[in-house]
């Protein structure tokens, strides 16, 4: 009855096959237990939460040549439970027939960033919280502010005549 | 060189020993009944192990409770195998307490000299049942508020001090974000707490005495 006597050439012993196949089954129950438990812990780091996309502003064909068109949208970022959503605004302003003739503001104020608005009569945006001044060409006519109005670059307009801005998150 | 770790450790710690008391114990002549005080033990690590899991995304406050629940189920990899776990395990865990319980009474092993593990095991059973109503409330859902409400109410229909209880149960008369915090603290760690300490010195009598034989026909 020993177990050496029968490991022959290509037989294992008993023990040997016990050994094996112990380390076979811990080793799944081992996976089982361990995927689970490390993607549960790593999930949220896989997660990137789309930081940019292509934000549709309004049909192209409303915009006026030469008149400041306002617009507004927000995102909302989810984290986990968690969801903040932020406004964002800006003008659009056509300079001519074509499409690409096109500069868009970004409303904030580029002193504390407040939200300034366009004011006709005074041909200028307005800021409402210390009178920052900028043209329509965005440049700065007074107050603090220490910088143009901050554009959006990336813009197109879709085959259904939707203007629409890429927004990225700074 | 394995052998020689093992002596090594060996002289310092006395695995051998503790291997001799712990696991190579007599025991009376097999019986799956005698398993269920095992499992519970068993049953207590996994509950211990999937909570502390759930603690990574679990909020204890009524603004984000019943959210944070909903993503562990919805927005986690494998949330649910965890919650699903957690949740079937402590019916399970109460269930398996209950049996233990009954078949140390049919087999009337609470005599001289074990008195003490079954009054040791009866606060076991009574804290195991304060895990259960302590973490029913945490998801923060319909069910287990009313079911909290009733159930404080029912601890506060003692006489006398009855409303005493209730008050000190909820934080106050009302349920609200401090009882949902006080549940919580006592689930994962005052109640855990007391279970840990209450199996150990279970643990140690059952070492110590040894386990029962089952009566013969003559008791
Ligand atoms: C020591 C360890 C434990 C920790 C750290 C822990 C932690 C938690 C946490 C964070 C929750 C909220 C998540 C959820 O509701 O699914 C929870 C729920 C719960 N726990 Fe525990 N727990 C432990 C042990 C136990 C035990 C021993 C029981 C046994 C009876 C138990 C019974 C419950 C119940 C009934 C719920 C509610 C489950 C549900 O409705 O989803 N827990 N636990
Ligand atoms: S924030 Fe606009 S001027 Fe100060």
Request: hydrophobic content about 40%.
């Amino acid at each position: 009855m020993s177990d050496e006597g029968h490991t022959g050439r290509n037989e294992i012993s008993r023990r040997d096959f016990i050994k094996v196949t112990t380390g076979i089954v811990g080793g799944v129950i081992g996976l089982a237990v361990g995927v689970p438990a490390i993607a549960y812990l790593l999930d949220p780091a896989f997660k990137s939460g789309a930081k940019e996309a292509w934000i549709p502003i309004g049909k192209f064909a409303d915009m006026q040549i030469g008149q400041p068109y306002a617009f507004s949208f927000t995102r909302v970022q989810v984290n986990g439970w968690e969801r903040t959503s932020t406004s964002h605004g800006g003008f659009v302003i056509r300079k001519s027939d074509n499409p690409t003739d096109t500069v868009i503001f970004n409303s904030r104020c580029t002193h504390l960033g407040c939200t300034v608005n366009w004011k006709a009569d005074a041909q200028a945006f307005i800021c409402p919280c210390h009178d920052g001044k900028f043209g329509i060409n965005g440049k700065v006519l007074g107050g603090p502010p220490p910088r143009p109005l901050d554009q959006f670059t990336d813009f197109r307009v879709t085959q259904d005549g939707v203007l629409e801005i890429y927004y990225k998150e700074s | 060189m394995w052998k020689n770790v093992y002596e090594w450790l060996d002289e310092r710690l006395g695995l051998n020993d503790l291997y001799k008391n712990l696991l190579d114990r007599p025991e009376p002549k097999g019986n799956w009944w005698n398993t269920l005080g095992s499992a519970a033990l068993f049953l207590f690590i996994l509950q211990g192990v999937t909570g502390i899991f759930l603690t990574v995304y679990y909020t204890p406050s009524p603004d984000h409770a019943y959210d944070s629940i909903n993503y562990i189920m919805n927005g986690v990899a494998f949330g649910w195998l965890i919650r699903g776990i957690h949740h079937w395990g402590a019916t399970l865990m109460v269930v398996v307490v209950f049996i233990h319980m009954l078949r140390v009474f049919v087999t009337a092993s609470f005599k001289y000299p074990r008195e003490l593990t079954w009054l040791i095991g009866i606060g076991l059973f009574l804290v195991t049942l304060g895990m259960g109503f302590t973490g029913y409330l945490l998801p923060w859902n319909q069910q287990s508020y009313w079911a909290t409400t009733v159930g404080t109410q029912i601890a506060g229909s003692v006489p006398f001090i009855g409303d005493f209880i209730l008050k000190v149960l909820r934080g106050g008369s009302d349920l609200s974000a401090l009882t949902l915090q006080r549940f919580f603290s006592a689930h994962i760690w005052m109640l855990p707490a007391a279970l840990a300490g209450l199996i150990g010195v279970h643990l140690y009598l059952i070492i110590k005495h040894g386990e029962s034989n089952f009566p013969s026909k003559e008791d």
